[in-house]
């Protein structure tokens, strides 16, 4: 009864806010629409990205388009890009994916204009914590404007060797702690890709960065269970250094709000004190599936 007194003060409200909820459209803010765009764009497409990371985020960010085509049955619009660029696992050109800002569609709890920023913003907080599960990203004024550009993975073509599921399983434990920071309202299924190195990564990440609880998740099972240990000290050693602490919220506050940023910093000093996958709510904290 004790245990089960414990897992219920982790519970966490995800149902919606009561009362009114005042969300501003991104271009009324005094920092954002093309102005913010700008601004996180001036600074290089490789500032606070992984070390490893930089030569594809600057291709990512102004390599040549050499083709461009239509991914159908999304929400938004997307697009497939093919650069003038070799792709960094080799033996192929580089592929992106394009999500342009004039092709969100609007949604009720997201401020207008954002989402792409908000794809960057979750590539940013997985380079700090040296996770590597967000493939790169980058902002890129492309053939319809303004948007994010990811690096395409090509997925497995065989599944994990017994030795390595083990591995795998505690790369995604490690995804769900990056869905907790950045509040990830929508982590399907389908947004957890292995790739042909048996590498766990999380793509479509969009809907994030709310400041207010809005977490919707398929590793919801994991609620009220620890962080593994690499996870935690990967965690801690981010929370406990000012210094990189405040970098990161210089670079996401050139990308969201300044409620969302230091809703994001609060969540990462109550996870790094409690380090427990929060309990959701077994409807409201599973994502909307398209199957």
Do not use: C
Not at 51 to 69: F, Y
């Amino acid at each position: 009864m004790q245990d089960r007194g414990r897992r219920r003060s982790r519970l966490r409200p995800h149902l919606d806010p009561l009362g009114a909820i005042d969300l501003p459209d991104a271009d009324d803010e005094p920092a954002s629409g093309r102005a913010r765009f700008e601004a996180a764009l001036a600074v290089g497409a490789a500032d606070g990205g992984r070390p490893g990371d930089a030569a594809t985020l600057h291709a990512l960010a102004d390599a040549p388009v050499r083709k461009m085509a239509e991914l159908l049955y999304g929400s938004n619009a997307v697009f497939l890009l093919e650069m003038a660029a070799d792709d960094p696992a080799g033996g192929a050109p580089m592929r992106a994916i394009y999500k342009p800002v004039r092709g969100e569609r609007p949604l009720w709890d997201f401020p207008r204009h954002t989402l792409y920023l908000r794809e960057v913003a979750t590539y940013l907080v997985d380079a700090a914590l040296d996770l590597g599960h967000v493939p790169p990203t980058a902002l890129r004024d492309g053939p319809l404007g303004p948007g994010s550009v990811q690096l395409y993975i090509r997925s497995a073509r065989r599944v994990p060797d017994t030795d390595r599921v083990e591995d795998v399983e505690e790369q995604l434990r490690d995804i769900a702690m990056l869905d907790v920071l950045v509040n990830n309202a929508d982590r399907k299924h389908a947004h957890l890709l292995l790739g042909d190195d048996m590498r766990m990564r999380a793509i479509d990440n969009a809907l994030t960065f709310l400041p207010y609880p809005r977490q919707r998740t398929a590793l919801i099972s994991l609620g009220g269970s620890r962080l593994p240990d690499r996870a935690r000290q990967r965690l801690h050693e981010l929370a406990s250094d000012e210094r990189r602490v405040h970098e990161l919220d210089v670079r996401l506050l050139r990308l969201l709000s300044q409620r969302e940023v230091a809703a994001f910093s609060a969540r990462v000093s109550e996870l790094d004190a409690d380090p427990t996958y929060p309990l959701l709510d077994d409807w409201d904290g599973r994502p909307f599936e398209w199957w």
